[in-house]
């Protein structure tokens, strides 16, 4: 595992300037593939230590969310989905605080942009939308990224338990007693 880390260091050193621009690639790519917003997080910590990884995907979020913003506005009826979902997922609590929408995005299986149909209502226009999409990008690309650097250090043995316990929580989590507990959280606030 360290030898291969370390060549996808040594490749991200060779490529220079383009690497930034892959990763964001990455990060574009990822809504496509479903994959989470951890995953990209810890590769840009493994790949690029923890400032630029947190730097890099505070960016590639930001893109990713005006990307989400376009399409709500062009497509309305991704918009009366994206209701509906929202009102599905967190029992139709209508307007967060961007504390809350941060704290929100740090959650591995809460969906990116049923978090980003929050940052729509609080914002009055575009570049309010920006200014806190790039906010409240800040946690989870710091604490994903933070991870995915210190995962570097660590032996093979600690990082067989650590992907057990993540693949156990993910089991777990896909129970209905999450959005029940998501519901009475939105409740008591």
């Known amino acids: 595992m360290e030898a291969f880390i370390d060549a996808a260091v040594a490749a991200i050193q060779d ?4 690497a930034p621009l892959l990763f964001l690639g990455a ?3 990822r809504q496509l593939l479903m994959l989470p917003v951890a995953t990209i997080g810890i590769l840009g910590g493994l790949l690029f230590g923890t400032f630029y990884g947190t730097l890099f995907s ?3 979020l930001t893109i990713v969310s005006l990307m989400f913003y376009a399409a709500v506005k062009l497509w309305p009826a ?5 209701t509906e979902w929202k009102n599905k997922w967190m029992g139709g609590k209508e307007e967060l605080t961007l504390a809350q929408i941060m ?3 740090c959650v591995p299986f809460l969906h990116f942009h049923l978090v980003n149909a929050y940052l ?8 309010d939308y920006t200014k806190y999409s790039f906010i409240a990008s800040l946690p989870p690309a710091l604490i994903y990224t933070s991870f995915g650097h210190g995962i ?8 067989l338990f650590i992907t057990v316990v993540l ?3 993910f089991l777990l989590s896909r129970s209905k007693t999450f959005t029940h507990r998501m519901k009475s959280f939105f409740a008591s606030r």
């Not at 729509?120 to 570049?127: C, F």
């Not at 570097?152 to 990082?159: A, G, I, K």
């Open 58 to 60: 505070m960016i590639g």
């Open 120 to 127: 729509m209502e609080i914002s009055s226009n575009w570049r």
């Open 167 to 169: 693949v156990l929580l």
């Open 152 to 159: 570097r250090e660590l032996p093979w043995y600690v990082l």
């Open 103 to 105: 704290i929100l995005r």
């Open 78 to 82: 991704l918009r009366r989905k994206l």
């Open 27 to 29: 990060h574009i790519l």
């Open 15 to 18: 490529t220079g300037w383009m």
